[in-house]
């Protein structure tokens, strides 16, 4: 279920990743395919149809798609927006409560991120950035088997903060019945949203990025999906801008023995249920310690103080295929052999954890101490959640205000530094081959400076 293993056998089986085009497809999941498209397909030609197909026939195709892979009829895809306010109205006071309380704080955060433009005229003339929201961005919120409202909050407020000034959602609806989630209809409200449409999969990408009848082109688009998903916005790049592509989530905690086991197992826990894929990971230099927590995980699951944990089976084979204790010498080795994973998320539950932050060098974000557990940054806490996978911590970033702006350069040169630079100009030109380019700066480089 939860097995101990040390550094080696761990970079064999759970620190070892696949590329989205390495993924071995599930019989089942091709079977299903070849019965939708009447022949034997992989997903990535399946998606490259769909997508074909929404570019040419518009709502029309999406309606179809969404009745072929959902079962459910949508005939207007757009949610009206009497139907979004009487989900707001109607939903349980708690939990409104909570979503609001989490939207001041994601807000209160992503204000304190700096936007600047600058302009300055040390150089000669005057240069400088400007800075300019995108206008148009769409956000895909998954439904599936665990809808995520969180996830609406988590993408759309910092878009609004940053100054996006459309922002469409595309959500599916529920298979069969074609019922909106009302939790998601709720926290779409409650974020700020423009426009909510009815759609998943890699029809709802295709809708968002060529537009229909009905929905507009966006410029880009963000939020995890399926592998659908995430293959149709691999496929949409270039026409429009994407955030990235999501996999599994990934969670490694560090701790040392002054941390609590069951705490600890909570935390791996929760993330095993994300995904049957999804990495839930301790690394410790204490044998005994991860013997606890192994404890604690079968109690949990199986022993006599069991809960109803709900996606039991999905927590199971998580934790079967991608979790697991890895035992380290040190601290200072389990932090190393996180930094080449570089996962999602870094729990640090280890005495004086800012003393080791520092020496975090690859996660999407860091959880210092036990009770800054990752749950709170999934929900509450205040960073967006949508956070770098597969190792692209390397080079990425959580989402933020910068993913909803852009920046422009200005120039504005005065004569006599035109004349200065434009024989620099012509020399470098030369040396490209490009002659063109040196006949204008040797024009600039002859005009006559402002008096």
């Keep these: 279920m939860f097995s101990i293993m040390d550094v080696t056998t761990a970079k064999q089986t759970i620190l070892k990743r696949s590329a989205i085009d390495e993924i071995t497809v599930p019989e089942k999941l091709l079977a299903q395919l ?8 992989q997903p990535a030609e399946a998606v490259r149809r769909i997508l074909q197909d929404i570019r040419r026939n518009g709502d029309a195709a999406l309606q179809s798609w969404t009745k072929r892979l959902d079962w459910a009829e949508i005939p207007q895809p757009r949610i009206p927006e009497a139907a979004i306010q009487a989900a707001l109205t109607s939903l349980d006071p708690a939990l409104r409560s909570a979503l609001e309380e989490a939207a001041g704080r994601i807000e209160k955060f992503h204000r304190k991120q700096p936007l600047i433009s600058w302009i300055d005229q040390s150089l000669g003339g005057t240069l400088g950035q400007i800075l300019r929201p995108i206008q148009q961005v769409g956000f895909y919120v998954p439904g599936g088997t665990a809808p995520l409202p969180s996830s609406v909050l988590m993408s759309v407020i910092p878009a609004r903060v940053a100054g996006v000034s459309r922002i469409v959602i595309a959500t599916p609806p529920a298979r069969q019945t074609g019922e909106m989630n009302p939790v998601i209809l709720a926290a779409a409200a409650i974020a700020g949203a423009d426009e909510i449409y009815a759609a998943g999969g890699a029809q709802a990408i295709g809708a968002l990025a ?12 963000v939020g995890p999906g399926n592998l659908f998903v995430t293959l149709a916005k691999q496929q949409v790049f270039g026409r429009v801008g994407i955030d990235g592509l999501a996999g599994p989530t990934e969670t490694v905690l560090i701790a040392d023995e002054y941390a609590d086991p069951a705490w600890a197992a909570a935390d791996l826990l929760a993330q095993a249920e994300h995904d049957i894929l999804a990495s839930a990971i301790l690394l410790t230099p204490s044998r005994s310690f991860a013997g606890k927590v192994q404890t604690e995980i079968e109690n949990f699951l199986t022993g006599k103080e069991t809960i109803d944990l709900g996606r039991k089976e999905i927590i199971l084979q998580s934790l079967a295929a991608r979790g697991g204790a890895v035992i380290t010498g040190s601290i200072a080795e ?3 052999l996180s930094n080449e994973f570089a996962p999602e998320h870094v729990s640090l539950a280890v005495k004086d954890a800012w ?6 060098q690859a996660a999407g974000g860091v959880f210092l101490g036990e009770h ?3 749950v709170m940054g999934d929900y509450i806490a205040g ?3 949508i956070m770098p996978t597969g190792g692209t911590a390397r080079f990425s970033s959580p989402l933020n205000l910068w993913d909803f702006v852009r920046i422009i350069s200005v120039v504005n040169l005065d004569s006599k530094t035109a004349a200065r630079l434009g024989a620099q100009a012509e020399q470098i030109a030369r040396a ?8 204008a700066g040797s024009l600039r480089s002859q005009s006559i400076p402002d008096l």
């Design 355 to 360: 003393g080791w932050l520092d020496s975090i």
């Design 34 to 41: 070849a019965q939708t498209f009447g022949e034997p397909i």
């Design 432 to 439: 490209e081959g490009l002659n063109a380019h040196a006949l």
């Design 383 to 385: 960073p967006s959640h």
């Design 372 to 374: 800054s557990c990752e």
């Design 334 to 336: 389990a932090i190393a």
């Design 210 to 221: 060529f537009g229909t009848e009905t929905i507009l082109q966006v410029d880009k688009i």
